[in-house]
Nanobody
Framework: QVQLVESGGGLVQAGGSLRLSCAASGRTFSSYTMGWFRQAPGKEREIVAGISWSGGNPYYADSVKGRFTISRDNAKNTVYLQMNSLKPEDTAVYYC???????????????WGQGTQVTVSS
C-alpha cells in the first residue's frame, strides 16, 4: 500500500507563493510517476502537474505553466509543488497522486492523498 500525505496549503494573497509537499510511504519507490491535481468548488478535478521518476520534462497545465514548478526528492520519497504568482483562480483543494506505470503524465494515477486547501485572496 502507498500512502500520500500533502502539506503546505493555506491562505495567501494574490501574487504570493506557496510550496506544497507530498510525503509518500509504504510501497512507494523512486520509479513512481507523481502528479498534482486540484479541484475548485463546483468544478471537476484537473491535472496541474506531473513528473516522471527521473524528473525530466515535467507536464504542466496551461493555466499554471510558468508559475508552478513540480519537483521530487526520491531519497525523501517526497514531491513538491512550488506555486508562484498565485491567482484567485488557483483556489482549490490540491491532491497528490502516484502511479507505478511509466509514460504519460496526465492519466492513470492509482494512489491519492487526502488533499490540502489552497486559498488565494484578491
Amino acid at each position: 500500500q502507498v500512502q500520500l500525505v500533502e502539506s503546505g496549503g493555506g491562505l495567501v494573497q494574490a501574487g504570493g507563493s506557496l510550496r506544497l509537499s507530498c510525503a509518500a510511504s509504504g510501497r512507494t519507490f523512486s520509479s513512481y510517476t507523481m502528479g498534482w491535481f486540484r479541484q475548485a468548488p463546483g468544478k471537476e478535478r484537473e491535472i496541474v502537474a506531473g513528473i516522471s521518476w527521473s524528473g525530466g520534462n515535467p507536464y504542466y497545465a496551461d493555466s499554471v505553466k510558468g508559475r508552478f514548478t513540480i519537483s521530487r526528492d526520491n531519497a525523501k520519497n517526497t514531491v513538491y509543488l512550488q506555486m508562484n504568482s498565485l491567482k484567485p483562480e488557483d483556489t482549490a483543494v490540491y491532491y497528490c497522486a502516484a502511479k507505478a506505470t511509466r509514460g504519460i503524465l496526465t492519466t492513470g494515477y492509482d494512489y491519492w492523498g487526502q488533499g490540502t486547501q489552497v486559498t488565494v485572496s484578491s
